[in-house]
């Protein structure tokens, strides 16, 4: 481990991109604690000791940034939430989008630039509805005598902050070590476990210090658990299926290309922690919108059974991550498209007839593998939850568990990304032995 710490530092382009990554999530912890003017922060910090309702969900994936209501206080969540709309809208929902989708790089940018207007839009409504229903909620304290201009006024600077977090998360992908967005996300969980560790601690032998024995072996199932979902996260992540390809001899002028024998390497999980991070802001997003009618009773019941710590939020939330997780795998890869690659070439599978059985036979064995790997996902995701309500721990900390499986999955992703970079230059990394 020390060699391969000693190892990227002797890289000098890695080196400058880890240090000009940690220099953006140092911006970005800083900005945590600028707040929004007009707000008195105070109310809202007594308010959500306890971690409930939105509260506690929106300031576990802002870093805290929500428990000071700074400028960053919604979090990334609006463009993770308008980049879902654009992907889904880009399966041939709307033909443009779709055209788009197929014409590469350039196409890319144009979604990408329809992506950041949506973020705006989307910043816009969370924002203002963040706004209202928060100051309704602490009857009308967070933000004394407040006006349709100030409420106008802070979704403003909130969407402000959300579009400064997308521009960070892109100076991360383009100039650091890649995976801007998940990694700012990575920083603001991590920012959080202090404050997690303290809350089982108060709650476990400072509020109950008369059951000593009961609170350890509860510490001790905690434990138990949170080293099961690290193990069960790095098993998915990293396994993987080998389909064997077989490429045909080729004769071209007086030398003989093909005839080798390869694999495609079909991971169980190949959408990562991503279904997860957009299962969370798609539950997330009707709860912000029904602040806006906090005193409608059809609001009251979204926000008391939309959380995913409830029985019908958790079983949304589980299906949302086995659909997202088919829905992005399979963006990712497109088995019709592989299948006409690999007979441009002149592979093929053996036993398996180039053309459409081979992409039949690659979407059956990646149904099959996305199945498996969703199901496991959705189980590790809401398996602390499940403990922490059985445990009677604070409801900030039950969100902890998916806040754990996003780190450990965005840790792997991110030694990943280091250790080929360090392969490249003929380093050993962090994996390979």
């Known amino acids: 481990m020390f060699k391969t710490v000693s190892n990227i530092w002797k890289v000098e382009d890695l080196r400058k991109r880890i240090l000009f990554t940690l220099f953006i999530l140092l911006v970005y912890r800083i900005g945590t604690f600028i707040p929004v003017p007009g707000v008195d922060k105070s109310v809202l910090q007594q308010a959500g000791q306890s971690g409930e309702g939105l509260f506690g969900l929106l300031n576990t994936f802002s870093g805290g940034a929500l428990y000071q209501f700074s400028i960053l206080a919604l979090g990334i969540m ?3 939430t308008a980049s879902i709309i654009v992907q889904l809208l880009s399966m041939d929902v709307i033909p443009r989008f779709a055209e788009w989708a197929k014409e590469g790089e350039s196409g890319k940018k144009k979604l990408t630039q329809i992506t950041r207007y949506g973020t705006v839009i989307l910043g816009l409504i969370q924002g203002f509805g963040t706004a209202i229903g928060f100051n309704r909620q602490y009857q009308y304290q967070m933000i004394p005598g407040a006006t349709i201009t100030d409420y106008i006024m802070i979704a403003i600077i909130l ?5 400064f977090l997308m521009w960070l998360g892109e100076q991360i992908t383009e100039k650091g070590i890649g995976n801007g967005i998940s990694i700012l996300i990575f920083a603001g969980i991590v920012a959080r476990i202090p404050t997690h560790v303290r809350s089982i601690y108060t709650t ?5 210090a008369g059951n000593l024995f009961l609170n350890i072996v509860k510490i001790l199932l905690v434990l138990i658990v949170i080293v099961a979902v690290i193990v069960g996260v790095i098993f998915v992540q990293q396994g993987i299926r080998k389909i064997p390809v077989q490429y045909a ?4 002028g007086r030398k003989m290309y093909g005839g080798q024998s390869t694999h495609i ?6 959408a990562g922690v991503i279904p997860v991070i957009f299962a969370v802001s798609l539950l997330m997003f ?3 919108i029904a602040q806006f009618w906090s005193t409608h009773a059809w609001a009251q019941w979204v926000q008391s059974n939309l959380y995913y710590d409830q029985p019908l939020g958790m079983v949304l ?3 949302l991550i086995i659909g997202f997780t088919f829905f992005y795998t399979f963006v990712q890869i497109n088995p019709v498209q592989m299948a006409d690659q690999m007979k441009k070439n002149g592979g093929y599978i053996p036993g398996i007839r180039p053309g459409k059985p081979t992409s039949s036979y690659i979407t059956r064995v990646m149904s099959r593998l996305t199945l498996s790997g969703a199901i496991f996902l959705a189980l590790i995701s809401i398996l602390p939850v499940i403990f922490g309500s059985l445990a009677d721990l604070p409801r900030d900390v039950r969100l902890g568990g998916t806040s754990l499986l996003i780190v450990i999955g965005v840790a792997l992703d991110t030694m990943k990304q280091i250790e080929t970079q360090l392969i490249k230059r003929h380093y050993k990394g962090f994996i390979n032995k």
Not at 159 to 163: E, I, M, P
Not at 204 to 208: E, G, L, M, P, S
């Open 78 to 80: 609006p463009y993770i």
């Open 159 to 163: 969407t402000a902050g959300v579009s």
């Open 204 to 208: 476990t032998f400072v509020d109950n």
């Open 249 to 252: 001899k080729r004769v071209v």
């Open 265 to 270: 390497p079909l991971k169980v999980n190949g």
């Open 286 to 288: 009707p709860i912000t």
């Open 317 to 319: 939330y589980v299906i």
